[in-house]
């Protein structure tokens, strides 16, 4: 199953997590492109389970070692599919979830994830000399937390049955669930790293974390400054495409939905691709809203309703809603 996108749109811009995203591919770039090479940087810079627990191993190591390895094996990747694997589940999930916490929380969360899917790691691997690497244990404390913050939210799901790629909505508690699912079980069948190299158990660690997480930093005041940032990063636009979903009116023939707006969008005027599903039917439509509209306005688009006979069709009516900032 690979996430297309959410149906949760985040009113500010995910700063900290459009940052993240860079520093893994910042970081991938700089990687060393040799095959023996990123082996003893792997070796280096990822998380290890025995030069924490061996003291044969770590007496190699100085506490400096240990301790930057504890971060940087967060934001290095053994490919180019395993960065973009990553960084798109970071991308679906993450701006939410920095929408809920605000940008500090947000990144001190993320941090403590990923941390908490080290030491699950450590835990069922304490002798083991294979590094560990890649953004997964920490992203799944993200989607832990999406879990439980938006359960009702839809994913649009790629599903490939051979060569027919089949697109889905499937709520998020389902498809987040069989996600969690996957990983501890593959982590109960193969006891350690296996199936192509995944750190199972620093998945379930780290989606267990995130929800643990979650609970405990929603009872921690925000910071001022965390306000600020917000204050500076509210989106200024809704999306450009939008899902209707029409309501039939009393006569069977015309539709009723609505269209989201800012108030800058109301103030200026702008347009929107509006998709108005019809039965079968999904049909894209240019909108153009003309400024100073008010909030409750509704507009009438002559024609875009059921067909009423083979020359003439209902109407469509899209009410305006002007969101608060």
């Keep these: 199953m690979i996430p297309i996108r959410d149906t949760i749109r985040s009113r500010n811009y995910p700063i900290v997590n459009v940052t993240l995203i860079a520093i893994n591919v910042a970081v991938f770039l700089l990687q060393p ?3 023996s090479e990123l082996q003893q940087f792997a070796l280096t810079y990822g998380l290890v389970p025995a030069r924490y627990t061996v003291d044969t191993i770590s007496q190699y190591f100085s506490f400096g070692q ?3 390895s504890l971060f ?3 934001f290095l990747h053994g490919g180019f599919w395993h960065l973009v694997g990553n960084m798109w589940f970071l991308y679906i999930f993450g701006d939410n979830v920095e929408d809920k916490l605000g940008p500090i929380r947000y990144l001190a969360f993320y941090l403590l994830c990923g941390w908490a899917s080290a030491l699950t790691h450590v835990f069922f691997n304490v002798h083991s000399q294979v590094p560990i690497i890649g953004a997964s244990g920490a992203i799944a404390g993200v989607m832990g937390a999406y879990f439980i913050l938006y359960p009702r939210s839809r994913v649009l799901t790629l599903i490939p049955i051979i060569i ?3 697109f889905i909505e499937i709520p998020a508690f389902f498809f987040l669930a069989i996600w969690f699912a996957i990983q501890f079980f593959g982590a109960t069948l193969s006891g350690t790293i296996g199936g192509g190299g995944i750190a199972w158990w620093a998945h379930v660690g780290g989606f267990v974390a995130g929800i ?3 609970g405990l930093f929603m009872y921690f005041p925000r910071f001022g400054a965390s306000d600020a940032v917000r204050r500076s990063t509210v989106k200024k636009k809704t999306p450009r495409l939008q899902v209707i979903k029409p309501i039939r009116g009393t006569d069977g023939y015309d539709v009723y939905g609505n269209v ?4 800058l969008e109301a103030f200026k005027g702008t347009r929107k691709i509006v998709n108005i599903p019809l039965g079968f039917r999904k049909r894209l439509f ?4 003309p400024p100073g509209i008010k909030d409750g306005v509704t507009l009438k688009l002559a024609g875009l309703g059921e067909k009423i006979d083979a020359k003439k069709k209902g109407d469509a009516y899209l009410k305006i809603m002007v969101k608060p900032e």
Excluded at 260 to 263: D, K, L, Q
Excluded at 286 to 289: A, E
């Design 260 to 263: 989201a707006i800012t108030r």
């Design 66 to 68: 240990q301790v930057v």
């Design 72 to 74: 940087s094996f967060m």
């Design 212 to 214: 643990i997480f979650l």
């Design 33 to 35: 492109g040799n095959v």
């Design 164 to 166: 027919i790629p089949y």
């Design 286 to 289: 240019r909108v153009t809203i």
